[in-house]
Nanobody, 125 residues
Framework: QVQLVESGGGLVQAGGSLRLSCAASGRTFSTYTMAWFRQAPGKERAFVAAIRKASGTSYYADSVKGRFTISRDSANNTVYLQMNSLKLEDTAVYYC??????????????????WGQGTQVTVSS
């Protein structure tokens, strides 16, 4: 089992920045890909960004490309999401996810086996 705990959410004005953290514990050696998803009120959960643990290769949704950066600290089993130039439409609950098997698919939630409890990000005007 892998446990994921997110932190760093909060209220920020449009144009501001936040950094989310996801601390993993348990059988972390069994995880291949870490990702962030988000769910806005009344909408389905959507892919934000993913990173391959071994290579560090990262992927982004078009809506956040150039504004968000995903990174990892392998020594501390932590994944970060640096969010800059935040927009009102970035308001959502952000979830950290971990996949325990390799897959070329990284942007579908069914590919991930473990999920955090979520952290709220609210962008105000």
């Amino acid at each position: 089992q892998v446990q994921l705990v997110e932190s760093g959410g909060g209220l920020v004005q449009a144009g501001g920045s936040l950094r989310l953290s996801c601390a993993a514990s348990g059988r972390t050696f069994s995880t291949y890909t870490m990702a962030w998803f988000r769910q806005a009120p009344g909408k389905e959960r959507a892919f934000v960004a993913a990173i391959r643990k071994a290579s560090g290769t990262s992927y982004y949704a078009d809506s956040v490309k150039g504004r968000f950066t995903i990174s990892r600290d392998s020594a501390n089993n932590t994944v970060y999401l640096q969010m800059n130039s935040l927009k009102l439409e970035d308001t959502a609950v952000y979830y950290c996810a971990a996949g325990s098997s390799y897959s070329s698919i990284y942007d579908r939630d069914y590919r991930y086996d473990y999920w955090g409890q979520g952290t709220q990000v609210t962008v105000s005007s």
